[in-house]
T-cell receptor
Framework: TQLLEQSPQFLSIQEGENLTVYCNSSSVFSSLQWYRQEPGEGPVLLVTVVTGGEVKKLKRLTFQFGDARKDSSLHITAAQPGDTGLYLCAGAPGYQKVTFGTGTKLQVIP | GAVVSQHPSRVICKSGTSVKIECRSLDFQATTMFWYRQFPKKSLMLMATSNEGSKATYEQGVEKDKFLINHASLTLSTLTVTSAHPEDSSFYIC????????????FGAGTRLSVL
């Protein structure tokens, strides 16, 4: 079983601050996705990264895939209350079943 | 993005009854769908992989007779929780894999099951 460890587990910050969430594994992934989930809802896909070293931006969110494709990070600039939620990374070595990370619960305080 | 519809969003049932949850891909065909269970404040735990036209593949520790999965068409998979008990109360989420050669999943909104 491939494990995806996310850190930190919980994060509570003030509106306007920056933050970074990490997703680490000992396995190599062909692709990695990031999702955000709000309470009582299913996860919503934010981005997919496939190339080692790839950087993708989605407004104030910046996603990076590690050179060795074993890790990824999500950086949020000037966090807003609407960014509050559970952030999940997910990946699979190939076309196998996807493994989800342990999750990072973010709270942005107005 | 692709749309996955899950129904019902919430169900309350008595202990011993069976509950069926539907997962539909609305604008694409999905040969593979997945069923997850999520405990409060936890990540998603894969229960089983649902393959159209064949038997589902269950993860270790998941009772296949308890959680019946049927994937009768390319757009519909169902999960039936049989003889539900209070410990089956949870948030169940389905997803559908998009496209051949890609391992991207789109998720339903989830079903909150409460067994009394």
């Amino acid at each position: 079983t491939q494990l995806l460890e996310q850190s930190p587990q919980f994060l509570s910050i003030q509106e306007g601050e920056n933050l970074t969430v990490y997703c680490n594994s000992s396995s190599v992934f062909s692709s990695l996705q990031w999702y955000r989930q709000e309470p009582g809802e299913g996860p919503v896909l934010l981005v997919t990264v496939v190339t080692g070293g790839e950087v993708k931006k989605l407004k104030r969110l910046t996603f990076q895939f590690g050179d060795a494709r074993k890790d990824s990070s999500l950086h949020i600039t000037a966090a807003q209350p609407g960014d509050t939620g559970l952030y999940l990374c997910a990946g699979a070595p190939g076309y196998q079943k996807v493994t989800f990370g342990t999750g990072t619960k973010l709270q942005v305080i107005p | 993005g692709a749309v996955v519809s899950q129904h019902p969003s919430r169900v309350i049932c008595k202990s011993g009854t069976s509950v069926k949850i539907e997962c539909r891909s609305l604008d694409f065909q999905a040969t593979t769908m997945f069923w997850y269970r999520q405990f409060p404040k936890k990540s998603l735990m894969l229960m089983a992989t649902s393959n159209e036209g064949s038997k589902a593949t269950y993860e270790q520790g998941v009772e296949k007779d308890k959680f019946l999965i049927n994937h009768a068409s390319l757009t519909l998979s169902t999960l039936t929780v049989t003889s539900a008990h209070p410990e089956d109360s949870s948030f169940y989420i389905c997803s559908a894999r998009v496209g051949q050669g890609k391992n991207i999943q789109y998720f339903g909104a989830g079903t909150r099951l409460s067994v009394l």
